[in-house]
């Protein structure tokens, strides 16, 4: 039977790593044989500019009636003066918290080909493997209420509502205490319980859990700590688990710790196994349609899509090893481009993927 993957490309350098990914899927899919079917659909500004909104109901029906979505990036400048409800990254929101994503796995693994390109020593780097488990449907990025009100003496306040129940914590906590499991068996949950109630609740159900993993060491953080830590001594930790803003940030810290955010794939799973894969980078409209994005970070999560929810281990391996090879032949992007190697466009680094096969 074929797997249908629905391909959203999105905006700015969207459309440019997704072509270049799913070039590298169909040749896997030509050597292991993998039967895959490729639907493409509209997300973000895309979808605003043909629909009037960032993610129809329809489409996001048919996204759910895939075996996975692979996405680019949504949002930029075009965009920016919509109203906040349907601006590019609601569509974002919207197939999330649709599809109950609500665990998103971030790796961030340093390539020994581009240890020069860390901001980092060597010696503090070199090796880096973590995960990064932040939780996406809850927290304060979907809490109620929100918005700005004017108050009686005229003055805008603006206020967000940071909320988690026992059971939203309770699940992304399964879900890195058995990537810990997996791992290198060390968990560190990241919160805020000196100041935010909210993260009290999150350390006592994070506690609660703890004897049921006997073979993980459960430790805690707080956030601006762990913020030190990662760009102090990042080998420290093997899994982190945090709430849906700290991990947006910590991932993207941790994502240049690897060289370049472009190198940063992401999966964001259901319950059910069912999986969206993205970059954890955005559209970067600064450098769109020049051809100069870097696609690794995008064929690295098609490579976890087929992994986590297709059971195509042995073909995302293929394309991780394909990725280590041209990195091995000196090729780089951009942002990740060091003195002595060779500088490529983002068709050419997709290409040598595809070659290196
Ligand atoms: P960004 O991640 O798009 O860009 C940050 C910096 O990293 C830029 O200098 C960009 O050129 C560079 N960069 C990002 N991806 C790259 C790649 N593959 N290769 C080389 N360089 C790369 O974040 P920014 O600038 O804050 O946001 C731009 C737009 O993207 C906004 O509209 C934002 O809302 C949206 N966004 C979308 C996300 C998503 O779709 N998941 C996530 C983050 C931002
Ligand atoms: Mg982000």
Known sequence: MSKKIMILPGDGIGPEIVEQAVAVLKVA????????????????????????????????????????????????????????????????LKIRSGLG????????????????????KPEVVSGLDILIVRELTGGIYFGEPRGIKTLE?????????????????????????????????????????NVLDVTVLWREVLDRLAPEYPDVELSHMYVDNAAMQLVRAPKQFDVMVTGNMFGDILSDAAAMLTGSIGMLPSASMNESGF???????????????????????????????????????????????????????????????????????????????????
């Open 275 to 357: 999986g969206l894969y993205e970059p954890c980078h955005g559209s970067a409209p600064d450098i769109a349609g020049q051809g100069v994005a870097n696609p690794l970070a995008t064929i690295l999560s098609a490579a976890m899509m087929l992994r986590y929810s297709l059971d195509m281990g042995e073909a995302a391996a293929a394309i991780e090893a394909a990725v280590s090879k041209v990195l091995d032949q000196g090729l780089r992007t951009a942002d990740i481009y060091t003195e002595g190697s060779k500088k490529v466009s983002t068709a050419e680094m997709g290409a040598a993927v595809v070659a290196a096969f």
């Open 29 to 92: 899919d030509e050597k292991f044989g993998l039967n895959l079917e490729f639907t493409e659909g509209l997300i973000g500004g895309a979808s605003i500019d043909a629909h009037g909104e960032p993610l129809t109901d329809a489409e996001l029906k048919n996204a759910g009636e895939c075996d996975a979505v692979l996405l680019g990036a949504v949002g930029g400048p075009k965009w920016d003066t919509l109203d906040r409800a349907i601006r590019p990254e609601k569509g974002l």
């Open 153 to 193: 003496n005229g003055e805008k306040q603006g206020y967000n509502t940071y909320v988690y129940k026992e059971s939203e914590i309770e699940r992304i906590a399964r879900t890195a205490f058995e990537a810990a499991q997996k791992r290198g068996g060390k968990l560190c949950s990241v919160d805020k319980a």
């Open 101 to 120: 994503l609500y665990a998103n796995l971030r790796p961030a693994i340093l390539y020994p080909q581009l240890a020069e390109a860390s901001s980092l």
